[in-house]
Nanobody, 117 residues
């Protein structure tokens, strides 16, 4: 019933930019905390960015602070991740997460971001 669909990933050169989108359906989007996570090969999944409900409080991993921006459009049930100044170490599968409580915790299928020259 709940569906999170990421898009916007791809191959980009170092220093380039990408904008990821996550379209949500089947949930009351506006009351969910939305996050972007990523997982690189051989590494654990890590939180990249998070945006809270209504007030729009955000937080970022230190490694992306100042380069990435998370935003949400509740009218479109969509969360975005603007990624600028991409580095090879940003290469990972990026996942969208919607969290309300333990029983309402949903994940997208992931989208590949590859930063390489």
């Amino acid at each position: 019933q709940v569906q999170l669909v990421e898009s916007g990933g791809g191959l980009v050169q170092p220093g380039g930019s990408l904008r990821l989108s996550c379209a949500a359906s089947g949930l009351t989007f506006s009351i969910y905390t939305m996050s972007w996570y990523r997982q690189a090969p051989g590494k654990e999944r890590e939180l990249v960015a998070r945006i809270r409900t209504f007030g729009g409080y955000t937080n970022y991993a230190d490694s992306v602070k100042g380069r990435f921006t998370i935003s949400r459009d509740d009218a479109k049930n969509t969360v975005y991740l603007q990624m600028n100044g991409l580095k090879p170490e940003d290469t990972a599968v990026y996942y969208c997460n919607a969290f309300l409580q333990k029983s309402n915790d949903y994940w997208g299928q992931g989208t590949q971001v590859t930063v390489s020259s």
